[in-house]
């Protein structure tokens, strides 16, 4: 997603007993940083998370076990979150190899991962499902990257992975619902074309979204499968789509039928449905792929797909759908994006994102039933809505803290920079008091002095114009005195 | 609607002979005002309709006649207008006789007007519909503000029903549109989830609309009904809806068969429709609502609805349809909010009103045929997009005035504002003018003098920076002259 | 479209030699400019085409045959490009005179053109076609632009037509689509009806758009027409519509049938369908009207056309639908639009406008096939979606550069602005980096000098803040060396 990824600063004292590959990721890890944000400047004291906490609890330990576990951490902390030391070591090699990375980030990305070993761990689920949809997701990710470098795109941004996440939804879902059957080589055509408009659609919505700070979510991949469905139809003789009919009758629902045993699967398999996969298994394999980058993530990929499972109970959906996970994909990446992704995580924030996914499954019903009258599946327009409905929702508590789009990283290093912001917001606020108690005390030093009249009048204008106007004020009231200074020493030299 | 509340000023000299009621309101008048707009800081100088004319009155008065008429148009000004005073004596009652009124407003705020009155009558007219629906309502109404109250929206806002009005369409449209009959209770619980979700959307709708100073009308109730009943559809178990299809065959239009008498109560139908009511006389109810808060509402209505059955013949729709006032709520609404609630009311705004009504007709008439083919009622789709259409179209005469959002109030007050505006311009104006004149003899007075060049370089930079700049070099050259002054004083004592 | 008219300078020497009309001509171009455009100050340094071009070989030239050629060029300069020298000329005719000029704009407007003559074209082509459609068109037009001018929209925008294009398209479509036949006399009512509607809805649509400096384009009467059809549809006593159904059956295409001249003429039809005819000689008419005023769009038409025919037989298309050119007029001016319209010609904005080309075919398919599902054709949405996200498409290019919206004119003017850009930018370049060295070399010499302390205070000023308090601080600082003067001599002569 735009704007998920940023650099950050360098832990000053990593050991140097590490094996070969960790020191040479550690020295790309102190490399100078390249990575531009997609929108604006990151916080550059923004510090690491597991690999600081290994770095402190270095220091600390002194027995052989300690030693161990401070290893594993650091160990851990180069393969979770954003795994930055690799990017920073990947950008040294050779570019076939960078591509490769920034594919593998492409394919984490649609889950708001940005993490090529998580990306890796997704392919092998797609792989497990189905190749032909894992080769079409692959090529349609390649050529949206490619794609995006020819068209001089960010280069931060593309190596986030932020160019590649609607390929590899382009590319699965264009397969998923060709009704070519497998392994008919000219759907890749369309594929590559469709891919490689992707960045040309992500960059044309980022310029509105932008004037609210929004990301593009999957929003290019909705309107692009869309387009190439509803272009083509069931009814063409090249690409031929599934056919996709309006409910019209009464679904036959007996509520002793319900099978509570497919009812939990549908959970994974709601997850796995995010790339168009109804194999519980894939679908547990993603969730391990989140847990790598991100156990917040993770979690609440979780309570996404059980609210989906459950509002499509609730909302007298016919079983079938919901044991096929129907009803969980939209409900599993709105309530990521609500759940500590684009909003610190508090309990405020927890309790809006289970909302967030209800809204979002009754919303899902409603988009499927519209959308199948033009033969159209949902795809993930259920989750754009509502995720975008609930970022633009204001409120006056301080507890709902949207971050900047440029800031938002992972769930666990948004918590941190959330909670810097209010201690340095703290530390501002009292330091502005004291400020205050001296600025009076001058004043009042000042008062009955012969340049009164003057300093009130910068008073005024202080109070009525700006900062930087005063800050040049106060020079011009520097340069002055320095001037009558030299004047009347000229004076008084005569 | 959202920026249609303000505070205003308090009449200094309100007399102590009236009744206990009246006193303790007056107190109310006087206390502090707390009501915060939702967009901005009201004009404070804007003072109250009725009141003042009375106040003014008052003074002239001397006969028993006069005094009754004068204690008439005071009583009258408690109950018109948004009711000021008692929305200030509300403030120091107990909560839930503050929710009520709350409540009040949000029922009555669907057609613009925020006064407790007007909802009570709405109510009346309600009840007198169908009992099933009136409670549908209240419940909506109360919801969705309960709602924004635990969001912490603005609370003025909230105190202006400016959250209730999306509840009370929500809750009672739902109840009209169920094909599960009246008193199915269980429909209680998606109205109260719908209601409550409409803050929600209140609030992001604003966020996109207030970029162009606009109000997101209905929009929230639109998008939250239409989602509940595409979501469940007429093929639902638990939350079925009436069937809607969509038109396939020529209607059968004799126009031998017309029924003038019936076209005529189609007036106040298309008004009660508004509410979702076809009983004239409920529509006749609110009527009297709206003349209650603002007899320029109550005309615009009118006349909306009348158009709105003319383009209904006009476009050969069944009659059927236009005597069930489908043509005419839409066009109502779109007449009120532009004929004087979002413009200064002028001719040229009356015109375009009309304008609008017939827009909105011919829009109501395809966003139905649209909407059928999903199985949906138009809702005020036509009303909301006319409206913003008409909100948004600039042109270059000053007669038709746009008032910002945060003015926004009633027609009546509105138009005072405006003319305040008017008069208050062409002051500053002629001021102005005299300024210049001033300017330029004492630039004629300096001319010749030793200062010219310094004073000729100000002139430059005057003409290329902006005001706040202006300011300071003000201050400057002052401090400049105190300095030079002051050096040269030195000088001379040397 | 909006933003396509500008003013320009005026070529200093103009032969008086010529013709009673061209010195007429010539007489008008000399008066003063009073069109305003649309959104922006236009760039008076801007000097024209062909007419410069002229004057520049005039002076050159002795022989008789240099000099026909010469009085050729400027002859062409009079009736190419936008014929601003007619419009001068004419802005001291009679209005009805006026109102037919910008009606003729108008007509050519559909196309970006804002060339009188090549309305006249058009209509001639249109007349060819149907006279019953060119009167609607024509009524259109008018009505459309006497409805702005009532509105009190921009003097300059309505003399360039900009009012005018929607007015036509809405006339002649609706006439297309009417079921009723041809000269059905009740039909010019909602004609006349909409095409009223025209300027208010592009004004509000243009307040929307401005905020990302596009264009409507077409917008408004892509709503008004969908509006109107849907509004009444196929079953309707007044205005009945053609019958237009979703596609329900697999098409027969059989390949050996195609008819390859069939093909080629689709061409010239898919750019007459841009005005709604299927007449082949009516499209070469059209773009001879292209080609009189700019030869980049006529190639850009004609490119765009066949990519359209390409992308039908590419997506199995029936044979039927690209023969009537159902598959090129969107692709037309898709490519006309980023062609060199909106941006400035390159390479790279060539191929961008082909790419441009194919998406909209894609997309034209799409929508048609959602649309059919409302009985709607797909009017020029597609042109209109795709090219707006083609001009919201940003990139890190600087090969890629979108004019702004106030400076577009036609392609060949637009080139030349953008070298003028480019070459200004070269300069100023140039000019800072002799301005850079001349300031080190100044602070060199007065490094050790007495004012150093201040100087340094304001080079960090400088720094901080930005060009406009920099410009002042330099004066500031005049004023003080001024001052510091004075008082020295001062000081001196005590």
């Given amino acids: 997603m735009p704007g998920l990824h940023r650099t950050k600063d360098i832990p000053k004292n990593i050991s140097s007993f590490y094996s070969a590959l960790t020191q040479e990721l550690a020295s790309a890890f102190q490399s100078k940083k390249e990575q531009q944000p997609l929108m604006a400047n990151p916080d550059p004291e923004m510090s690491g998370g597991w690999e600081q906490k290994a770095a402190q609890g270095e220091s600390a330990v002194h027995t052989c076990q300690q030693k161990a576990k401070a290893r594993l951490l650091l160990l851990l902390s180069y393969i979770s979150g954003d795994m930055e030391v690799f990017a920073e070591w990947m950008k040294k090699q050779f570019f076939l190899l960078q591509l490769l990375d920034w594919v593998l980030r492409g394919a984490a990305q649609v889950m708001f991962v940005n993490n090529p ?20 997701g692959f090529v349609g990710t390649l050529f949206a990257t490619i794609s995006a470098l020819i068209l001089q795109q960010s280069r931060g941004a593309i190596a986030a992975g932020l160019y590649g ?95 509570v045993a497919k009812l939990f699967t549908a959970v994974p398999v709601g997850i796995g449905q995010v790339y168009g996969c109804d194999n519980p298994w894939t679908g547990g394999i993603f969730m391990v792929a989140l847990f790598i980058s991100s156990p917040i993530t993770c979690a609440h990929a979780t309570i996404g797909s059980a609210v989906g499972m459950i509002s499509g109970l609730a909302l007298a959906a016919p079983f079938e759908a919901i044991y096929f996970g129907l009803w969980g994909y939209n409900c599993v990446l709105a309530c990521i994006a609500i759940g500590g992704m684009f909003y610190a995580l508090t309990w405020q924030v927890h309790l809006l994102a289970i909302t967030c996914a209800f809204f979002c499954a009754y919303l899902g019903s409603a988009i499927a039933n519209v ?42 290093r948004n918590l941190r920079f959330f909670w810097k912001l209010r201690k ?71």
Wanted: proline letters at 4%.
């Fill in 117 to 136: 070993l998580s990306g890796l761990v997704i392919f092998a689920g797609l792989i497990l499902q189905n190749r032909w949809w894992a080769l079409n």
């Fill in 165 to 259: 996440y609607n390929g590899i939804l382009v590319g699965l879902l264009m397969a998923v619902f060709s009704n070519a059957g497998d392994w008919y080589w000219w759907l890749l055509l369309p594929n590559i074309v469709m891919s490689m408009t992707c960045p040309i659609v992500s960059s044309a919505l980022a310029s509105i979204n932008s004037r609210w700070d929004l990301p593009v979510f999957t929003l290019p991949f909705n309107i692009l499968v869309c387009l190439h469905m509803v272009a083509t139809g069931h009814y063409n003789h090249h690409f031929p789509q599934v056919l996709i009919q309006p409910r019209t009758e009464l679904a036959n629902i007996t509520w002793a039928e319900v099978n």
């Fill in 371 to 412: 959308m199948s009258t033009f033969g159209l599946p949902a795809c993930t327009w259920p989750f754009c809505l509502s995720a975008l409905t609930f970022l633009l929702f204001t409120t006056e508590t301080n507890t709902i803290f949207k971050l900047p789009l440029a800031n938002v990283a992972y769930p666990e």
């Fill in 424 to 494: 340095k917001e703290k530390l501002e606020r009292e330091e502005k008091e004291i400020d205050e108690e001296k600025w009076r005390a001058k004043e009042q030093e000042l008062l009955g002095n012969d340049k009164e009249v003057l300093r009130m009048e910068r008073m005024d204008g202080k109070e009525k114009e700006g900062k930087e106007i005063n800050k040049m004020m106060i020079q011009e009231e520097e340069m002055m005195e320095v001037a009558l200074g030299e004047v009347s020493s000229m004076a008084e030299n005569v």
